[in-house]
Nanobody
Framework: QVQLVESGGGLVQPGGSLKLSCAAS????????MTWIRRAPGKGLEWVSS????????YYTDSVKGRFTISRDDDKNTLYLQMNNLQPEDTAVYSC?????WGQGTQVTVSS
């Protein structure tokens, strides 16, 4: 069965960095577009970024462009999200997503 397991979250000061990972199993990882989404306290789900299969084209929501970088290692079945210059409004639970499947998420808290 599909499993998505995120890691790498934590508490960081504004301007800091974190790198999230999502270990995938149970499907042919390299054949699918993969996505990061987030849910901030009191808000709905927000799409953050996606990366295509094969050509690795990437897409970002405007609020993270220039600060976040999505990448994938198809040999390791792992999705990444490098987050730089983090701001308090980035505080959320971050999950990786494949179609109707979601990981449990990892908490990112940006606070001084």
């Amino acid at each position: 069965q599909v499993q998505l397991v995120e890691s790498g979250g934590g508490l960081v000061q504004p301007g800091g960095s974190l790198k999230l990972s999502c270990a995938a199993s149970g499907f042919n990882f390299r054949s699918y577009i993969m996505t990061w989404i987030r849910r901030a306290p009191g808000k709905g789900l927000e799409w953050v970024s996606s990366i295509q299969r094969h050509n690795g084209n990437t897409y970002y929501t405007d609020s993270v462009k220039g600060r976040f970088t999505i990448s994938r290692d198809d040999d390791k079945n792992t999705l990444y999200l490098q987050m730089n210059n983090l701001q308090p409004e980035d505080t959320a639970v971050y999950s990786c997503n494949l179609e109707q499947y979601w990981g449990q998420g990892t908490q990112v808290t940006v606070s001084s």
